[in-house]
């Protein structure tokens, strides 16, 4: 997975999505009915390095393989969603595999 510009897409899209489910369904009550604030405070920051990442490799990925502006689009509104990037993971996957042969 590691291997091509779209494998590390993957990866980090993943890695993305779950900082942000992290952040949405356990830093964020964990701030507003246990008043823990540095819960979001840290867990946003994590979000928001991988989320920097992501857009590094994807515009990488854009540069350097066949991965089409519109598909590169729907991949950057679907890491908006909270579970976005689970589902176009497969798109990801299938483009990956074109790419290799």
């Not at 991988?50 to 994807?58: D, K, M, P, R, T």
């Not at 350097?64 to 689970?86: C, D, E, M, Y």
């Amino acid at each position: 997975m590691l291997k091509t510009p779209i494998g590390r897409l993957r990866l980090i899209a993943i890695l993305e999505a779950i900082s942000f489910l992290v952040l949405l369904g356990i830093a964020m009550p964990l701030k507003y009915w246990a008043g823990i604030e540095n819960a979001v405070k840290y867990v946003g920051w994590a979000h928001g390095v991988l989320f920097l990442l992501f857009c590094a490799a994807l515009l990488y990925a854009m540069q350097t393989t066949t991965l089409r502006f519109w598909k590169a689009a729907l991949v950057f509104v679907a890491a908006l969603l909270p579970f976005g990037p689970f589902f176009v993971d497969h798109k990801l996957k299938d483009e990956e595999l074109a790419g290799a042969k």
